[in-house]
């Protein structure tokens, strides 16, 4: 195990923060999701690209909530993959009520390459 440096990779990293989740998707992936930066939670979603070792935020489609594509902040969910799919599920959001909803992360990858 070592620790990176910014010389190691090139794009921006997330930023700091705690209550989020990373998980492998597929052979070269480590998406990073939501969290909580101060006393504002997330619902961004930053990958990490190991072959590349490149940082980068994915443009995503499909289920609109609170206005924008995919899940609402949070943090203190769980995240977990099955084959080329990351699952987001529960958490905690600002002010409101504990979560129980499922998410899923899909076309990341081509699922044919793994």
């Known amino acids: ?6 010389s ?3 794009g921006t990293p997330p930023q700091p923060r705690s209550g ?4 492998n998707v597929g052979k070269s992936m480590v998406v990073v999701f939501g969290g909580l930066v101060d006393k504002k939670f997330l619902n961004d979603i930053i990958v990490y ?4 070792k490149l940082w980068f935020e994915p443009e995503c489609t ?4 609170e206005g924008k594509v995919g899940p609402t902040p949070r943090a203190f969910h769980v995240a977990i993959t099955i084959d080329c799919h990351m699952f987001i599920f529960g958490g905690r959001g600002g002010g409101g009520p ?3 909803n499922l998410w899923a992360l899909k076309g990341l ?6």
């Open 20 to 23: 989020h989740t990373a998980v």
């Open 62 to 65: 499909g289920s609109v909530s």
């Open 109 to 114: 990858i081509d699922e044919e390459r793994t």
């Open 98 to 100: 504990i979560m129980g």
């Open 8 to 10: 190691d990779f090139t």
């Open 49 to 52: 690209d190991t072959e590349n």
């Open 1 to 6: 195990m070592f620790r990176a440096s910014s």
